[in-house]
């Protein structure tokens, strides 16, 4: 009786930790950094932690996390913010959309927004390619929707499923997932979700949401000229890639030391770990994008540091989010959590998505969603579990932390503002497809997981 007591106690330390969080978050405004780490030391106290030892607790967190999570965001970002000033992502999409031709440039605007989102955050990518949505809105007198959420869609995905996107590198660190399993699954499961919640999605939706037409001359982008060739571009976002998927590969079971010396994995391992990977990105970035096209080296070192700033709100919630990781650790209630799933016979895959669509769904930022659902996780894992299994949880969580945006989350207000739609169209069209991707890339990870 005494041990049920106990477990219950912990339980609703954890529940008034989630509440407090989400509370401080939507009615006090108070930044999702400090909310987290609110809760975090309230689920400490509730728990019967020591003082000295929570603030302990606090300091392991926040270092554990950040020493990878806040490396690879830094460096993300300086790589997406050289891309972006370059022109790189307008030269993406004006190929694409030349090759695939009016008739099929939904397509093209889905596959332009899944390669560019993987260096650019989200509403950047947004901003930057949106007036391709005008342009062929004018041109073709056909519903914005059919452009615009095939583009949407293409943005979401790789925004939530492929790294070095910040939203899945934060959720890998915390559950200690290999970045390589979870580039690959991303891919798996965000090609097909893309087709469906983009061109698909896209067509069918167009026709039934009646879009007055908001395309005109002083918003829309003239052809920029001497834009950079695609094919660095392409190439340049493809090599942080490829080498962290080469070092996953060389470094699981498939490859043995008859095949590659201990010696050449260690070397191979250093090249493709997503520290060196990056640092390599940005180098020939700063070359090719920067220095070749005429950019001095001072007006790089200002959209580098520039990009530092949202970079750095990532982190700081990254980090605290890896604090609420470690009281539940720490106190004991992950442990307890963990028996309780597994006697309920639940599956954490399914909890993994749940408890990240539950939050996403009460306060609107995705991130906060993914962070607060890896921490909740994270001490569900036992030391059983794959590589290829934390990585499908990585993909779970970032499922249910995309479902339903709607009026608490920015993006809601973003899409809509600029596709023109009322409160009501972006409920059915962006609201709508958020949440069909999060459950086309949740029910992908559960058919993987029966594979993996």
């Known amino acids: 009786m005494v041990l049920i007591m106990i477990d219950f106690s912990l339980l609703g330390a954890v529940f008034l930790g989630v509440v407090l969080l989400i509370v401080l978050i939507l009615r006090f405004k108070i930044q999702a950094f400090i909310a987290l780490l609110m809760a975090s030391i309230l689920v400490g106290v509730l728990s019967g932690m020591k003082p000295l030892t929570i603030v302990k607790t606090v300091q392991e967190g926040m270092g554990n996390t950040l020493g990878f999570v806040a ?5 993300g970002g300086i790589f997406g913010a050289i891309l972006e000033h370059s022109g790189g992502a307008e030269a993406l999409a004006s190929k694409l959309l030349s090759k695939f031709g009016v008739e099929r440039s939904p397509w093209a605007l889905m596959l332009t927004g899944f390669i ?13 390619l949106v007036p ?4 062929l809105q004018k041109k073709t007198k056909k519903p914005i929707l059919l452009y615009g959420i095939p583009l949407l869609a293409g943005l979401a995905i790789t925004h939530t499923f492929i790294p070095p ?3 899945p590198v934060a959720v890998a660190d915390i559950l200690k997932a290999d970045l390589g399993w979870v580039i ?5 499961a965000g090609i097909p979700t893309a087709i469906l919640c983009g061109p698909i999605l896209g067509k069918y939706i167009s026709k039934r949401i009646p879009v007055s037409s908001i395309a005109s001359n002083d918003i829309i982008k003239q052809e920029q000229k001497g834009l950079p060739s695609v094919g660095i571009i392409v190439s340049i976002i493809t090599i942080p890639i490829v080498l962290i998927v080469i070092n996953t590969i060389i470094n699981s079971p498939l490859v043995g030391e008859e095949l590659v010396s201990k010696n050449l994995k ?3 391992g250093m090249i493709g770990h997503p520290f060196s990977a990056l640092i390599i990105a940005n180098l020939i970035a700063w070359y090719t994008l920067g220095i070749r096209r005429g950019f001095t080296k001072q007006q790089l070192l200002d959209i580098s540091t520039k990009s530092m700033a949202p970079a750095g709100i990532i982190i700081l919630i990254t980090g605290a989010g890896g604090v609420f990781k470690q009281m539940l650790v720490n106190t004991g209630a992950g442990e307890m959590l963990a028996n309780y799933f597994a006697d309920k016979g639940v599956s954490i895959l399914l909890f993994a998505f749940l408890s990240a669509a539950l939050v996403r769904v009460l306060q609107g930022s995705a991130t906060v969603a993914m962070i607060t659902a890896a921490g909740l996780t994270a001490p569900l894992l036992m030391d059983s579990i794959s590589e290829p299994q934390k990585a499908l949880l990585v993909i779970a969580v970032a499922s249910g932390a995309s479902i339903m945006s709607h009026v608490n989350d920015s993006g809601f207000w973003l899409v809509g503002k600029y596709l023109g739609l009322t409160e009501k169209q972006t409920f059915k069209s962006w609201t709508l497809m958020t949440t069909l991707l999060a459950l086309i890339g949740f029910s992908c990870s559960f058919v993987l997981s029966l594979f993996f």
């Open 116 to 128: 560019v989102a993987i260096p650019v955050f989200f509403e950047v990518s947004f901003i930057i």
């Open 165 to 167: 996107t910040p939203g």
């Open 184 to 188: 690959l699954f991303g891919f798996i």
């Open 132 to 135: 391709m949505i005008y342009a």
């Open 266 to 268: 260690e070397w191979l």
């Open 71 to 75: 490396v690879v965001v830094g460096l």
